[in-house]
């Protein structure tokens, strides 16, 4: 990918095209998604090779045919659809994955409706440093995280799925690294809805999990332990991790943190992993999962990385983003833990489990 970012040998033509995308950006992914919602996509996956007509189509998604005709003509300028021999409307490549690819259905669904209505204030967050864009869900919340038990339903779920679409397909390789050591009692930081601490406690039926997050995200992990039948093994302990009177408890034989530090600013993941330092032992390994751009095997995937620093500028707390491994493993380690392994590549999205170790003060 470093020879992307340095070469520029696109067409002067083609450059105007991809300009004109973006200048049409915003109506581009609306028709795009509406293709997708008003099942035209769909009715087209199933047609195959033989296509279908405009008629055709509006019949069967009950759709005018002005309606119809405007979005397959913006569909076949952006090659989502095409034309076969017989004149008639197929899926393009692109529409393929748009019809049917999960990972671009998340994307597609946390940006309508967690990040769309709020993207227009990203010149505002960039020149305060604060997430100007959440303003679209009320003025009662800082960052992103304090107003998730409270967002509407769509933009909750859609929130939680992109959160979880990205992390939960690297669990079982990160389990075998973690569990290696045979924890007993591991602190995961930033748990969240206590997927990987349900995760530990069925992959090893000794460990123990405390999950570290704000108070509302331990009380939805509270019911989730609770509902799996690990209410005796989960445990939880409500802190705001950036408060100064917050104290992190020592006794863990493993600390966790996935896609948690890229929540903050760099001089933050450095105050967090200060007071991570100053609760563990030598012996103690701290687990740092992360998608790193720079470590991604397809250009796709940093793409998806450097438009989600964007959320993170706009709806989420405004000063945080992902980072590069040059960005985050030097924040980290200036806090006082020292980088022992980088697992990368890990899972179908090349996430990075980054294994430090404490300085034996504690």
């Known amino acids: 990918m470093d020879n992307y970012y340095r070469e520029d040998n696109i067409s002067a033509a083609d450059a105007r095209f991809e300009a004109q995308k973006i200048a049409f950006a915003p109506f581009t992914f609306q028709a795009a998604y509406t293709?997708?919602?008003?099942?035209?996509?769909?009715?087209?996956?199933?047609?195959?090779?033989?296509?279908?007509?405009?008629?055709?189509?509006?019949?069967?998604?009950?759709?005018?045919?002005?309606?119809?005709?405007?979005?397959?003509?913006?569909?076949?300028?952006?090659?989502?659809?095409?034309?076969?021999?017989?004149?008639?409307?197929?899926?393009g490549k692109t529409g393929y994955f748009l019809a049917d690819d999960y990972l671009t259905k998340?994307?597609?669904?946390?940006?309508?409706?967690?990040c769309y209505d709020g993207a227009k204030y990203l010149e505002e967050s960039i020149l305060t440093g604060k997430p100007a864009g959440l303003k679209t869900f009320g003025e009662n919340w800082k960052t992103v995280y304090e107003a998730l038990s409270s967002l509407p339903e769509k933009a909750r779920s859609s929130w939680f799925a992109f959160d979880h679409n990205y992390s939960d397909n690297i669990f079982p390789e990160a389990l075998d690294i973690v569990f290696s050591g045979r924890p007993k009692k591991l602190y995961d930081i930033g748990g969240n809805t206590a997927r990987w601490a349900i995760s530990c406690v069925r992959h090893d039926p000794d460990v123990e999990v405390t999950i570290i997050d704000l108070p509302g995200q331990t009380a939805v992990a509270e019911k989730n332990a609770a509902k799996e039948g690990f209410s005796g093994?989960?445990?939880?302990?409500?802190?705001?991790?950036?408060?100064?009177?917050?104290?992190?408890?020592?006794?863990?034989?493993?600390?966790?943190?996935?896609?948690?530090?890229?929540?903050?600013?760099?001089?933050?993941?450095?105050?967090?992993?200060?007071?991570?330092?100053?609760?563990?032992?030598?012996?103690?390994?701290?687990?740092?999962?992360?998608?790193l751009i720079d470590k991604q095997r397809f250009r796709a995937s940093s793409f998806c990385l450097q438009e989600t620093s964007l959320y993170f500028t706009c709806i989420?707390?405004?000063?945080?983003?992902?980072?590069?491994?040059?960005?985050?493993?030097?924040?980290?380690?200036?806090?006082?833990?020292?980088?022992?392994?980088?697992?990368?590549?890990?899972?179908?999205?090349?996430?990075?489990?980054?294994?430090?170790?404490?300085?034996?003060?504690?």
């Open 233 to 291: 093994r989960i445990r939880t302990y409500p802190a705001d991790i950036l408060a100064e009177d917050t104290v992190i408890p020592s006794g863990a034989d493993a600390v966790w943190m996935s896609q948690f530090l890229d929540c903050f600013s760099p001089e933050e993941i450095t105050a967090i992993c200060s007071k991570v330092a100053d609760s563990v032992s030598a012996d103690t390994k701290v687990y740092v999962l992360e998608p």
């Open 35 to 91: 293709m997708v919602r008003l099942g035209i996509l769909d009715v087209l996956l199933k047609s195959g090779e033989g296509g279908l007509s405009e008629k055709d189509i509006s019949e069967k998604c009950f759709i005018s045919a002005y309606g119809v005709s405007v979005l397959t003509q913006v569909g076949l300028g952006l090659g989502i659809l095409k034309l076969n021999g017989e004149d008639r409307l197929v899926l």
């Open 316 to 362: 989420a707390n405004g000063n945080s983003r992902m980072y590069t491994y040059g960005d985050i493993v030097p924040a980290i380690e200036k806090g006082g833990l020292k980088l022992e392994t980088a697992h990368h590549n890990l899972g179908i999205f090349s996430y990075t489990l980054l294994v430090f170790r404490g300085n034996g003060e504690c």
């Open 106 to 114: 998340v994307n597609m669904d946390f940006m309508q409706n967690v």
